[in-house]
Nanobody, 119 residues
Framework: QVQLVESGGGLVQAGGSLRLSCAAS????????MGWYRQAPGKQRELVAQ???????NYADSVKGRFTISRDNAKNTVYLQMNSLKPEDTAVYYC?????????????WGQGTQVTVSS
């Protein structure tokens, strides 16, 4: 079983910055993609950013140039540096990690962390 623990959310004024972290633990053999999704009230969950095992990244158009995703493979941890935050970035942010244990694939989600950007 793979567990994800998120941290780093909070309340920030528009234009400010936050850094989210997500650490994966358990019987992990390998990790493929690590990513962040968000869900605002009344909206569907959407991909914010994703990074593959090879280091390729993918960002939502709305965060390009403001957010940076990175991963520390030694720590099984993914980060999301969020700069120039806007009120429309307010949402619950979820970490997602996909990989393999010794006998199966896994697709795990974090518990979510609230990010609130005030105007």
């Amino acid at each position: 079983q793979v567990q994800l623990v998120e941290s780093g959310g909070g309340l920030v004024q528009a234009g400010g910055s936050l850094r989210l972290s997500c650490a994966a633990s358990g019987t992990i053999f390998s990790i493929n993609t690590m990513g962040w999704y968000r869900q605002a009230p009344g909206k569907q969950r959407e991909l914010v950013a994703q990074v593959t095992s090879g280091g390729s990244t993918n960002y939502a158009d709305s965060v390009k140039g403001r957010f940076t995703i990175s991963r520390d493979n030694a720590k099984n941890t993914v980060y999301l540096q969020m700069n120039s935050l806007k009120p429309e970035d307010t949402a619950v942010y979820y970490c997602n990690v996909r990989g393999r244990t010794w006998n199966r694939t896994f697709d795990s989600w974090g518990q979510g962390t609230q990010v609130t950007v005030s105007s």
